[in-house]
């Protein structure tokens, strides 16, 4: 993939055993994102090591990629002035990520170490609720003055570049700093040196609150593809900006905590969780799994008296309720993703449901045609396979509504439609399927007996 | 969210009645992103009128961000002159996204319209396989020569500017475009102007190959925060690039693509797919379903007996089989994102297979007992609930067993590891409930009936 070696071999699993120089170079030859990679083998007291000999400055780049469980299990192994020095280097919103991590104590000591302008910058950061706008910027933008000349704003870009997380985009600030345009660097450079950036800057800036839900926002930066996003205040103050990467991994998180959500899991498990982290996170939707699959045993047992009559209804029932769970689930999981992805609109709904419904019916007329077919053949009984078809096309339009209805009124409520969604989907299709199946034999058994098996 | 006042008042559905210098100014007032919402509620004769009235060059940037769909639908209303000056004017790979999705009589009238120079580079580029690097890169990139002077450099780039998807990040080539050095314009601007390209670029040049598969890309520039990802052919040679902005949009699908694997739905299908379509593409994986539902009801059809003697266990097993259904698709969902994010690494994923399994033992002797109380007060049967205790823990052991393999082996066979993986997993969470709760109902039948009812 990369295009120069990769110095894998110059650092061993958990033991440091190079000259300190090997480290140094072996750190230094690779783009930080893979010195992070290389580094996170080791032991946090290893990791410390290394930050206290090469010094916090040469480390920086690479200890800011490092997963926030390494950043915070190393700075108890570095002395207080690396500490310092350290994380006044980072970035204001990585710093703020990391210190949220960090436990009270640690906190309050490490913020009475920083200097005055540094801690307020960073207890305000920290002050954001966890999903905002608010908590994923950057205050380090890149900011101008209408009044400035093309030239003066070049200049002032150069000298404010390497504190700045980026300077591709610079926010036009008045003197209260309310947010009166934007420029990119491109529009700069192609603009004649005597021109004003007022001349130049577009007024029309889309820009988000601070306190916007974080996923809002990447959907915003996806429909105008922006490499960076303002964020101002209530009274539109810019405070911070916030920048593609940070997008990248809304994206993915928001995607995998859809992902969990839609298959009962905590959002909180990952693969690398401990096993009996996995099983506490796992075994509440469990139960309530169970609670609702009680539902489903007690419908049954309510036909035991038919099924004793007539108990290949035992092994045909599975398979009522089985399908129903399986067209529940997609009509479901296509109405979760278009909610996240913002492709439903609220006068749409009503719509959408009918439609899952309808697609429920014609694919339960299918595959229910299908089964009464294969029933057909194994018990020889034209009632037994008619029934299987009726039941098959309710259960199926029942799955459509539900696996459309719940996620929307989960929304409704101002939940996330994926929570436990296909639970409750599930629930109501063994249910319906059991229900619907045995209810129709139990009308039709003296039919059904005639026919024999 | 924006902060200038939305026009979206000017433009009504499906009907222009303003006086085109309202459409006109209408469009001009807002982000391109948006101007395109706007004109995507047009039908496309409409559509292709105001394109004919505006002219290509003014509705360009809204055009590119209509839904190829949309695009597609205009073409055929405008005319010849018009569609090529359109598509002339069109960044490359939106070019290329588009042309692609024509039919071919009028790809290749389009085609011959095109000059030799375009035309040449978009059959290169509809040559690259749908989902590879080739497919997403711009061949609009900014590059420069290792002699050049900082100073000559930005001259250079001022130049490029208005052609280029990004200059941002500058790439340095030789005479044979092999890719010798990247430099972002920030270190340009802060450069010496007499300093030379050559001294002041990265040459730890990180690249993808054109045929890498583009959601390998979307992590590579995850890892490394890249703005922009240089591609090469197999000679090293540069052919394009790809940009943050495709990298969300392939992040977002390839979430939607896993999703709808897990929950076995075609990934064509969308929200607004009609009825029909839907139908006809949900019914094959809800064949396949039916086929694997039939085994597990084969396997109830197996005890018949058991149950004839004692209905009770027709309204009890669907407990078994449901709860392991639900612990298979835990485990399915949680290996099947760690694959897709590249968390699990070849030599771990046994333990991840035995972990999973552990979870699945824990969490049934849980569940189980939890059941197996409910059952004993249920029905006053201990050796039921032993049964059903015993039944639960083999399950669920199954159940992370299958949920870690299927999707391991399906990768293993160069296959996604979501595809169809829900339904082999509960397809053997059911055959296995049944299984082992009614195999055990067979096995302790005497002391089971000794117990009553």
Same mark, same amino acid.
């Given at each position: 993939m990369s295009l120069q070696g990769s110095p894998d071999g110059l650092l061993h699993e958990?033991? &440091?055993?190079?000259p300190w120089e090997v480290v140094q170079q072996a750190l230094d030859s690779v783009h930080p994102a893979d010195a992070a990679v290389l580094l996170a083998q080791y032991k946090p007291q290893d990791i410390a090591h290394i930050v206290e000999i090469l010094g916090p400055h040469q480390v920086l780049a690479a200890f800011e990629f490092l997963p926030f469980e390494v950043q915070k299990e190393t700075l108890p192994h570095l002395s207080r002035d690396t500490v310092v020095r350290l994380i006044s280097l980072m970035r204001p919103d990585e710093r703020a990520d990391l210190v949220e991590e960090l436990d009270e104590d640690f906190q309050d000591q490490l913020l009475s170490l920083l200097i005055k302008a540094e801690r307020q910058n960073l207890l305000k950061l920290l002050t954001? #609720?966890?999903?905002?706008?608010g908590a994923y910027m950057t205050t380090d933008y890149a900011s101008l003055k209408a009044t400035q000349t093309v030239r003066e704003a070049l200049d002032e870009l150069r000298l404010q570049a390497p504190k700045k997380e980026t300077i591709y985009y610079a926010y036009v600030v008045d003197a209260s700093r309310h947010l009166i345009g934007i420029l990119s660097l491109r529009d700069l450079i192609m603009a004649r040196p005597e021109s004003t950036v007022e001349r130049i800057m577009s007024r029309q800036v889309i820009s988000v609150p601070v306190d916007m839900d974080i996923e809002l926002v990447a959907k915003e930066m996806r429909h105008y593809d922006f490499l960076a996003m303002p964020v101002v205040d209530d009274e539109n103050r810019l405070v911070g900006i916030i920048t593609y990467d940070d997008i990248f991994d809304v994206i993915t998180e928001e995607a995998t905590e859809d992902m969990y959500l839609l298959a009962s899991?905590?959002? !909180?498990?990952? &693969?690398?969780? #401990?096993i009996m982290r996995s099983v506490k996170l796992r075994s509440p939707w469990l139960f309530v799994n169970l609670g609702t699959a009680l539902i489903a045993s007690y419908t049954v047992s309510l036909f035991s008296e038919t099924i004793a009559h007539f108990v290949v209804l035992a092994s045909l029932m599975p398979l009522v309720a089985g399908l129903g769970g399986n067209a529940g689930t997609q009509s479901l999981t296509v109405v979760v993703r278009a909610l996240a992805l913002g492709e439903i609109e609220d006068r749409g709904k009503w719509m959408v449901v009918l439609r899952q419904m309808t697609v429920g019916l014609f694919n339960g007329a299918l595959c229910g045609a299908l089964l009464a077919m294969i029933t057909l053949a194994w018990h020889h009984n034209p009632w037994l396979a008619l029934i299987m078809w009726l039941a098959m096309i309710f259960n199926m339009i029942v799955a459509g509504c539900l696996g459309a209805l719940v996620p929307i009124i989960l929304r409704k409520l101002?939940? !996330? #439609?994926?929570?436990g969604s296909s639970i409750f989907v599930t629930a109501a299709t063994d249910t319906g399927g059991f229900f619907f199946f045995l209810g129709l034999a139990t009308l039709f058994m003296d039919r059904i007996l005639t026919h024999g098996v």
């Open positions: 958990g033991a &440091i055993t190079e954001y #609720p966890e999903e905002s706008a899991l905590d959002t !909180d498990e990952r &693969i690398s969780s #401990p101002k939940l !996330d #439609p994926a929570l």
